[in-house]
């Protein structure tokens, strides 16, 4: 549902940050609209479906992705999951945290590529 009638929506209206990434089968690329919040050197995502989800898989096996967020585009590498303590650390407290009901212990975290 998410990847026919949400994720469409949600690029077309801009206001989402996009990630955009390469299949890790198939070779195609795809745009995927997340939660991404600027943190210090890159970026931090929420992993609402978990780690297993194909965008995550997709984005660790090619060791980076580009993210449009805020009017800009940036190149990210070395996605790495970290646990809800690192993340909230690296969250300023302006972000509200995930909601406890969602159970979601994992994040993705990448770096910003110098250019």
């Known amino acids: 549902m998410n990847k026919r009638v949400f994720n469409p929506r949600a690029i077309a209206g801009g206001k989402w940050p996009v990630l955009t990434h390469v299949g890790r089968i198939s070779g195609a690329t795809f745009r995927t609209p997340l939660d991404a919040y600027p943190v210090d050197g890159g970026y931090l995502f929420v992993l609402v479906y978990g780690s297993g989800s194909d965008w995550v898989q997709?984005?660790?096996?090619?060791?980076?992705?580009?993210?449009?967020?805020?009017?800009?585009?940036?190149?990210?590498?070395?996605?790495?999951?970290?646990?809800?303590?690192?993340?909230?650390?690296?969250?300023?407290?302006?972000?509200?945290?995930?909601?406890?009901?969602?159970?979601?212990?994992?994040?993705?975290?990448?770096?910003?590529?110098?250019?």
């Open 58 to 115: 997709n984005v660790l096996a090619a060791g980076g992705a580009r993210l449009r967020a805020e009017g800009r585009e940036v190149e990210l590498a070395a996605p790495r999951l970290v646990g809800e303590d690192e993340a909230f650390r690296s969250l300023s407290d302006e972000v509200a945290r995930p909601p406890r009901l969602l159970r979601i212990t994992e994040f993705l975290r990448m770096d910003l590529v110098a250019g």
